[in-house]
């Protein structure tokens, strides 16, 4: 999602208007979402016309709201969604974005599955990790900060994914400046040892909690696994059984190569917590 | 500068467009410059229809865009300036801001000076000290953290800024997670022992280099004083003989009260400091 791509295959629909043009500007130069990157937003998985665990997805945009102090009503998003769904003919897969700016222009977005998401679910991710400058504990009483709040300040998530690309790899996992694991530009750190899945803690590590992660951990806990949040660093991940990044639309993908390190795949592991996932 | 203040007393000049009315919306939804901060800014000071050392603002941004891997055009840019200030009918200060988003949207904003500058210039600056959660070195070898880059990401800064109003403070100064003195959310720390000068380093700290702090350095240089790049802790500040927070539009302005502790004012010292920085 870029200002460069075509909109031809695109919904737009602005809260307050209803839908529009995708093409159509709708955000003023002095609104602070643009000027300073100050909103928040969220990224959902359409399936056949019907968003996956909206309600996940709108309850985190309130916390992210009321970091911001950002008016958030959702029964006009859940309008606002339904709107956008009616006008988007597709059967299959598609991406959903939300997105509410400080000069509060709220709009939801439709557009196809990203092209490369497809081979990525197949053959698996290449990544490397990069530090992300904050401690482990960098988030604990400081929520300006603004510690798992999903704000429209992203450069540096971007960067990071252009330096993976420049690297030949697919993503990266951010690393705390004390070298303990964080997070994905765009997705939640998840990994088997044994019968135990792991993820980082949220809180003072400052990383967004996930939703597909959340359900994830819920389901799995009822198929009998054990589930904790745990710091870990990079060298544990290179032991465990499965290291996947998990994101909403995406999935859960299980890493194939992580700082250049090979990683043996395991099928019917990857493809039980794929499931267990909803994908 | 916000998305609901009214545009009535603005200028806004479009790249490639010309001038527009300031309301009219010029940023698209699927825009990266708002849908994820992705692009960068500057902040100008404009004196009687003249932009204030308009060529180190140009070189910044140059570096920015390259950092960013976005085009930069500087003539265009010149000439959307002199575009905007043509439609700029005041006398006395103004401020400006450039902006660049990933979807390549480039445009000019001029306003007046905001309305509490004349009040701070006058009474000194109340400030806390925050943690940034980033070590002191976190940017070495890191260009993915976009240090010294002005990006739009920049919805800490605002968060900060927002818990220093609560806390009844004017500004904030960052401090690292190691304790040590970084940069204000929209300016420069510059403080004077003796006959020395002194900031914090670039490079390896992330912190922006300032134009208006630079202009000063070397003017004060040829008025006799040391300037140097020292790394400082907050206990340095507080025996500092004064503290200043430098930005291009609001000017430097001397410290009044660190985290509660008062400072005495330097009235002559202070008016040679703001003097040199051309304010």
Known sequence: MTGVEPASDAVLAVLGVGVVDPST??????DAGVTRGDGCFEGLRVV????DKLDAHLARMARSCAALELPFDPDSWRALVAEALAAWPHPG???LKLV???????YAWLTPLAADYPRLRRDGLRIITLSRGTTID???????????VKTLSYAVNMAATREAARRGADDVLFVSADGFVLEAPTGTAVWAVGR???????GASGILGGTTQQRLFDRATDAGWRVEEATARVDDLHEADVLWVVSSVRGPIDVIEL?????????????????????
């Open 196 to 202: 135990t899945l792991r993820t980082t803690p949220l």
């Open 93 to 95: 897969e598609a991406a």
């Open 138 to 148: 960098a988030f604990a009483d400081a929520p300006w900060l603004l510690g798992g």
């Open 25 to 30: 500007p709708v955000i003023r130069a002095d």
């Open 259 to 279: 700082d250049g390190k090979q990683r043996a795949r395991r099928p019917e592991l990857d493809a039980q917590i794929r499931r267990l996932a909803g994908f």
């Open 100 to 106: 509410l700016t400080r000069g509060t222009v709220g």
């Open 48 to 51: 056949d016309g019907a968003v």
